[in-house]
């Protein structure tokens, strides 16, 4: 089952360098992780902005939110969420 | 080169159903020879809209506006474009 | 799983009132019929307005596009969905 | 009668884990004996945010507002409050 | 029990004027049987908006939505509501 | 001559409790010393946010400003004014 | 007293250019009256749009309501109203 | 050539009351003597908010741009511009 | 003297195909002969939207507006204009 | 292939002078680095803002993405990006 996941990231600007560094690898640990199960099935950066447009791969609501809710990041980014189902015209078995 | 694509469709109240009927007969074979040459990479219903969230891959923007501007939609389409990167975090070879 | 549903009505002002009674005798009773089937768990009117604010329970996304894209007024509506998931603190086993 | 409450909570970036933990614990046991009194009638978590969707029911918009300003978040939280009623399509008796 | 509800009225510019001046006479005097009643408090005029900010005191949501959307205009506004209560500053008694 | 005016209260989450406090205080004699006399002729909470609803009653624009301007919170809120006169269908001698 | 107001045309497609001719005339000709008579102090177009920035010279909020729903144009405008007051840095006497 | 400036004064919170003053005070000092030169024609106070509405009167945009770029409390403000002409209607010869 | 202008054509869905033509033809005619003279000295077009970015170079702003009030598809654009100026880091010397 | 840039300064009022000046300078060298090189083909300031218009002139949307990333002001900047391509109408070759 798809969303739409839009993920904003900001940090306080009174944040140290260092916690910052250490919270960005971990975040990149958690989000390879969950690609490697292939939950986060798609993740790509939006040109000029430190934020994502990413495709998450779940059982359940409950699921998307335990995985969102759990990254490192989260309580610095704003998160916007969209349900996607197959479309009528797609010819991509994958897409759903 | 990715960019993400939004459409939203508003088709005219006054449109007779069988214009309508044609309109998206078409839109749906162009939309399908598009994903066919790879150009329409992915395609997803919005749930509960009539809407949907597309990647294109295309060699430049001016190839992205012809093929939307070529859409059979494209006068009653609200469209949306993001341009997208590779994220650093990817494992996904095909994310770009 | 659940999805908060909110729908606002917009008919055109063209619409002839046989036309609109009759769409609105057969959403009252595609919805009933859906709430006799638990799909469309709670629906209550806004104050004021005419839309309404729901509670779907569905196995998938894919499920909710289909109930509500298949609603007769789903032409006329502006239609805005939350997926929704436990909450830690709530103690009441059916709000999930 | 019933309020739809919708509350995002934002704590400051300034405040120390222990007050948060703290803050977020009696919160905890306030909502549920509101819940336990059937004022706090549902509570669901939105996916991905720090935040949720409530359904309250109270005997006046006095009641309300002092359930909501006596919760301990209450000073972190942008609160969003619309009236319901009775759908005329309803058929469930307690969703009102 | 007291709702702020903010009125904006969009005719059709399709409508007749002889339509337009009996539903404005109609609504005049229903409006005006409710202020008699003392259920639509107070009506004041928004200066160059054909629009008004009213008060409301009604028993409850439910009386609030009947005489709301019995209101003959009530198809062509935007109506949007808050619900209010008694302020701790307030030294008027009938302000709640 | 009458105006709504919206105020939202901001206090900064630095602020020391005893500063805020004493400001409260010191804002409601103001408040309660301008509804003796009648310029803030109305004044309701708004459910479920540190706001409120209130209509004065003034002179002019500039002694509406003077009162405004001079209340404590004045730094802290974030206030919207709208100019209102009598309603052609108001009954209410005092509603102007 | 003064307002500042900001009115922006919008015609209906369907309105015969003799009939937005004809209003336009007797629009010119109402507001240079007022004009004369020093209620619309100033009148500017905003470049580009089919819009003007005003300021309004009246004795009341009800006048400027009467003078603003009197404009011929006045069903095809959006109208947007701020109440101005003297400036503590003006130097300007005819600035109140 | 007339530009109208609309800005809204943010004074961060932990700004001292000294030097919050002493930029004001100098705010004064410049904003009037670029009234003196005729530059800043018009300046009136927005009831009930810390901004206010002025009209520049300059020889180019660059002109404009040093004036507001170097007023005290520039870094302070939001500053939203808008370019003015000669309105068809305007029976006065300084709105130019 | 610089302005960056951002044009959204919205022709009406009950144009006759031939009179849109005939419009945008000659909006072509009369875009290519400023073009020629220096005034609108930059046209883009958005990739997926009936809409363009513009730079217009002007004497004035009352030239500006007569440039823009005079094109033919001027009575179905949303116009947004935005004055600029040399940037102090630019090192092109036509970029103002 | 050529993208509008617009970028709004916001640089927190917390920050030492020396390091926003120092800040200011390296960004200035690397925008004009940019330029020489033709990445960074405009570059306009907004009157009244601590923001500019520009438009990039890239290879891919991974190179623009890297040359706004890489500038020392990037994380103190909001960035809205736009594609742009050719336009039927341009008559200039550069424009593209």
Same mark, same amino acid.
């Given at each position: 089952? @798809?969303?739409? +996941?839009?993920?904003?990231?900001?940090?306080?600007?009174?944040?140290? $360098?260092?916690?910052? !560094?250490? %919270?960005?690898?971990?975040?990149?640990?958690?989000?390879?992780?969950?690609?490697?199960?292939?939950?986060?099935?798609? @993740?790509?950066? +939006?040109?000029?902005?430190?934020?994502?447009?990413?495709?998450?791969? $779940?059982?359940?609501? !409950?699921? %998307?939110?335990?995985?969102?809710?759990?990254?490192?990041?989260?309580?610095?980014?704003?998160?916007?969420?969209?349900? @996607?189902?197959?479309?009528?015209?797609?010819?991509?078995?994958?897409?759903?």
């Amino acid at each position: 089952m @798809l969303f739409k +996941v839009e993920m904003t990231v900001r940090l306080p600007a009174t944040m140290p $360098v260092a916690e910052a !560094e250490a %919270l960005k690898t971990t975040e990149r640990e958690v989000a390879q992780g969950l690609m490697r199960q292939g939950r986060w099935r798609h @993740l790509w950066r +939006v040109a000029g902005r430190y934020a994502n447009v990413s495709i998450f791969d $779940v059982d359940s609501v !409950e699921q %998307l939110h335990q995985l969102l809710s759990g990254l490192p990041l989260f309580p610095y980014m704003d998160i916007d969420v969209a349900p @996607l189902c197959r479309h009528p015209s797609s010819i991509r078995d994958d897409d759903r």
